[in-house]
């Protein structure tokens, strides 16, 4: 069985990787231009980490594992509206959990937000910022747009001291929000908008979850990052597209500030993928508005979603490693996700017997009272993981669907007159169906042969179907969630409204499923194969009663392709 709960390492015998990033980090250690490689992953605790996060992280923390450097976990915690220590906890534990680790680098931006004063205070003190009145709105309209340059600020020629007293009573919490900000002065023609006087502070009379009521103002993104990178000696500061045009400010506050590093800004394309939205805003939309089940949801492409759906941390790394790291924005098929976790519980995943729409079979000529131990192997696929003895009686469960009345063509399994295996039992002969008065089926009556003990039969006949099954009175019964994409456009973060475009069938759950006993004990987080049909998580709603099965990913269905094939 796979175990979601502990952590797994990360892959320390994983085949060498190569990208253009990985070739930037190999040249400058060769060169002697670093002899340390520190990286950073800096998320903004307004959220859980999602798909897209995990490409991010594999990156910052493989280099820095690759080239025996570090990297730090820095909580870019700079706009305390929208921050909660609860994303703090949960960014820690799912970084954790995928396998890696910032040792004692722990940071936050805002164990700087005394030094970004300092230094806001010094591009003051040299003419390079001022505080400007406007309000957010006059300096967006006069920002100027790509082909017109902007306006300059009726404050920007404001004198040294009058910009020093003002950002002090900024500070001291003398005006209200939205008033006035502290601008760079650099150069409102600029043909990147980005250096139009970019907002380096804003004014906000709210609580920080870690500095309190300390600060009444907080710097601005751009502000913070760069120089929360040099702070801490950061040799390559890796983010996604969005950010390049923000790179000529980060070099720009870099060379204008006495900083003690010169770190390098690196972009790469953000991983999208289908089916799905990937910012967090709109993932707090879906949990705020009760969309989902909550930020794990097993249909969210959250960290937390995916453990809580039994995708094993091994199959994110390597899904992440498959899509590599390039500058071109693209689209990735979940399948792939899919594909990826799929390899991984194949060669770890337990195999038990889980009956998910069930029907009574009764072995007619099978001594009543009687139980066998049928020995069946836990995983066909890792001989080491060996057998187990599952209990066969007179009355059993078998799925619905592997029984026809009138069986179609191509349809081998169960119906009148046939003879079907049970797998690691007997072979079974349908001799009788019940049904009820509305003639719906309740029941097949079934004889077995004896000499077949084991599901082989000492003539050599080979029956063309072998079901699974589950002993009716050593049964379980159980909840269990069928999951789809939760959006059924492709992409759905192109719609106007994706709210809208939710798949309510993504979702399916089903009741009065019968499980082999083995499971009632398995541990919550634990993924097994249910034969036949797909990987399934126990989730942790099972605490409250009868086991609850999420469907990590589905077996591929031969039966599905054949109706589909026609
Ligand atoms: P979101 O839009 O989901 O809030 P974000 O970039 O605002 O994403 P951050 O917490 O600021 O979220 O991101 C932390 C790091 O993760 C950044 O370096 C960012 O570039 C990276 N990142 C975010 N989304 C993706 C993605 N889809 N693919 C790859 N990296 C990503
Ligand atoms: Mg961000």
Redesign the pocket.
């Given at each position: 069985m796979t175990t979601q709960t502990t952590t797994e390492p990360a892959d320390a015998a994983a085949p060498e990787r190569s990208d253009f990033i990985r070739d930037i980090v190999a040249e400058d250690l060769r060169s002697g231009k670093h002899t340390t490689i520190v990286t950073r992953?800096?998320?903004?605790p307004?959220?859980y980490l999602?798909i897209?996060?995990v490409?991010?992280i594999a990156l910052d923390f493989g280099i820095a594992q690759e080239t025996g450097g570090r990297c730090h976990l820095r909580f870019?915690d700079t706009n305390p509206v929208k921050e909660e220590q609860e994303y703090i906890d949960a960014i820690e534990a799912d970084i954790r959990w995928l396998g890696f680790d910032w040792g004692e680098h722990l940071y936050f931006a805002s164990d700087y937000f005394e030094q970004l004063y300092a230094w806001a205070v010094e591009l003051i003190r040299t003419g390079l910022a001022y505080v400007d009145d406007q309000s957010a709105e006059e300096i967006r309209a006069t920002r100027g747009t790509l082909t017109e340059p902007g306006v300059a600020s009726p404050w920007r020629d404001r004198s040294v001291e009058e910009n020093l007293d003002l950002f002090a009573r900024m500070r001291a919490g003398e005006f209200p929000d939205g008033s006035r900000v502290l601008r760079a002065r650099i150069d409102m023609a600029s043909p990147n908008i980005n250096l139009r006087d970019p907002v380096l502070y804003r004014i906000l009379h709210t609580t920080h979850p870690r500095t309190g009521t300390d600060w009444r103002i907080y710097p601005m993104y751009d502000f913070a990052h760069g120089q929360s990178d040099a702070i801490e000696s950061v040799t390559h500061s890796?983010?996604?597209l969005e950010?390049e045009a923000h790179r000529p400010l980060y070099d720009w506050l870099l060379d204008h500030l006495p900083v003690p590093s010169r770190p390098r800004q690196i972009e790469?394309a953000?991983?999208?993928l289908t089916h799905t939205l990937?910012?967090?805003?709109a993932?707090r939309t879906l949990v705020q508005d009760g969309h989902v089940r909550g930020w794990d949801d097993p249909r969210m492409p959250t960290v937390a979603g995916m453990r809580r759906r039994g995708f094993p941390a091994q199959g994110l790394r390597d899904f992440v490693a498959m899509v590599g790291i390039a500058k071109a924005d693209n689209i990735i098929e979940v399948g792939m996700l899919e594909y990826a976790v799929r390899s991984v519980l194949n060669r770890t995943a337990q195999r038990r017997f889980a009956v998910l729409d069930p029907i009574k079979v009764v072995i007619e000529d099978y001594p009543e009272g009687q139980v066998e131990l049928m020995e069946v192997p836990n995983n066909p696929e890792d001989p080491t993981a060996g057998t187990r003895q599952v209990p066969f009686s007179r009355e059993l469960w078998i799925e619905r669907d592997d029984f026809m009345e009138e069986p179609a063509p191509k349809f081998f399994r169960l119906a009148p007159g046939r003879e079907v295996r049970l797998r690691a039992a007997y072979l079974v002969t349908c001799i009788g169906v019940i049904k009820d008065e509305s003639g719906r089926v309740v029941e097949l009556r079934c004889t077995y042969d004896p000499a077949t003990r084991g599901g082989d039969a000492p003539d050599g006949r080979r029956p063309k179907a072998t079901l699974h099954w589950v002993s009716a009175a050593h049964a379980v019964p159980a909840e269990v969630r069928l999951y789809g994409h939760l959006f059924r456009s492709a992409d759905p973060g192109a719609l106007d409204d994706p709210i809208a475009d939710i798949d309510p069938e993504s979702e399916r759950v089903l009741t009065g499923c019968q499980l082999e006993g083995s499971l009632a004990e398995l541990p919550v987080g634990e993924t097994v194969q249910f034969e036949r049909l797909g990987y399934f998580c126990k989730d942790p709603d099972s605490a409250s009663g009868a086991p609850v099965f999420d469907r990590t990913v589905t077996l591929k269905d031969t039966w599905a392709k054949v109706q589909a094939r026609g």
């Open positions: 992953f800096p998320p903004e307004n959220g999602h897209g996060h490409k991010a870019d890796l983010c996604t950010y790469f953000r991983l999208n990937m910012s967090k805003r993932l």
